[in-house]
């Protein structure tokens, strides 16, 4: 039986599932943190990852979300590297921030990452795991966390890797079910999930194509985790995790009108508008984030069409105004329309991901 996360957040019902908002690069920083918060924060945050190596500081915007963040909520400060010294001097250098714990990058499927032998692509070497695992292990004295895919290119390594969660007394896992090399395109391999949740002693959270707090009931209960770890559809649905427990508490879902996507993408807007950056540099970001929201405004995908010809903010609002206001009480799809694609250059079988797109 694993033993339960010793830190929960306050007003986390007893025995009810964890929830938390996946580590994505360009994206869960303090602003967009903010917003998910308003509309029904999770139980835990995730940083961007901090980039390790010789040279490297902790950056600053990653620094804000974890200093400034009001959310009433945990944030744990996400790590990818690979040489011990400097990934014990990044500690020391965070552990005098208010973190809930330190977590390592051991996932992140884009090639640019994979190919320096850090995020994903340390899954091909686990002595490399065993020994970084032991030397954070002794760095951090609170929590220390793990994200992971099930391996690279295969599941051969996975095995060993749960055994070192285990060996280095992790105190909360996160795994995505699909290996590096499967990006976003296969379908999840939940069982996988199931293995990890018998075999390590930490929590586990599920992570991979959680769409719905009703996926998220199925997934739980195919898998037996701790909790629910979700990423993509937190931005084409903020109010995701406050379904979710509703879903597992038996309540009411909360239904998501048409009207409230545009409040939605009126903060978003504002909330992730930095000063001094050009109008079509922010639209443009803007669009990265509402290619996931497209995909459950309408079946024939005339929102995604109109957004990503837009160029100034007033464009923008535009097609909103049109595609969301038209009919305000129409509800939001809960679930993407079939056929739908956020992000045809990873979802659909090509070689790479841009580093452009979202990575969680």
């Known amino acids: 039986m694993p033993a339960p996360i010793r830190l929960l957040p306050a007003g986390h019902l007893p025995g009810q ?46 620094l804000r979300s974890i200093v400034e963040n009001r959310t009433g909520r945990p944030v744990f400060a996400q790590l990818i590297g690979e040489h011990v010294p400097d990934m014990v001097r990044t500690i020391r250098e ?35 795991i065993d020994s970084l695992l032991g030397a954070l292990r002794d760095a951090v004295p609170g929590l220390l966390t793990v994200k992971m895919r099930l391996g690279f290119d295969s599941t051969e390594n996975f095995e060993r890797v749960l055994h070192l969660i285990n060996r280095h007394s992790i105190d909360l896992l996160s795994v995505h079910g699909r290996t ?19 075999t390590v002693r930490c929590p586990v959270l599920a992570n991979g194509n959680i769409t719905s707090g009703d996926k998220a009931s199925v997934v739980l209960a195919e898998t037996g985790a701790a909790g629910v770890m979700l990423g993509r559809h937190a931005i084409r649905n903020p109010w995701i995790f406050r379904q979710t427990r509703e879903k597992l508490a038996g309540q009411p879902v909360t239904p998501v009108t048409l009207a409230d996507v545009r409040d939605y993408i009126g903060r978003l807007y504002r909330e992730t508008q930095q000063p001094g950056v050009p109008e079509g540099a922010h639209v443009a970001k803007m669009k990265k984030y509402l290619n996931f929201v497209g995909q459950s405004v309408d079946a024939q995908g005339a929102f995604l069409h109109d957004m990503r010809r837009a160029m100034t903010e007033a464009e923008l609002f535009a097609v909103g105004d049109r595609h969301l206001l038209a009919e305000p009480a129409r509800l939001f799809a809960s679930e993407p329309y079939p056929g739908i694609i956020a992000r045809p250059n990873c979802e659909t079988p090509v070689e790479s991901c841009s580093l452009d797109s979202v990575t969680a």
């Open 94 to 128: 965070l552990l005098p921030y208010p973190v809930a714990g330190i977590d390592l990058n051991l996932g992140c499927p884009a090639p640019k990452i994979y190919k320096k032998n850090v995020g994903g692509g340390l899954l091909r070497d686990p002595d490399k």
């Open 180 to 198: 590096v090399k499967e990006m976003y395109r296969s379908e999840v391999h939940y069982n996988f999930i199931a293995a990890a949740v018998r």
């Open 17 to 62: 599932p964890l929830t938390a908002l996946a580590p994505m690069q360009d994206v869960t920083d303090l602003p967009f943190m903010r917003v998910i918060a308003h509309y029904g924060a999770p139980d835990l945050f995730f940083t961007e990852f901090f980039r390790v190596h010789s040279q490297s500081r902790p950056e600053k915007h990653i």
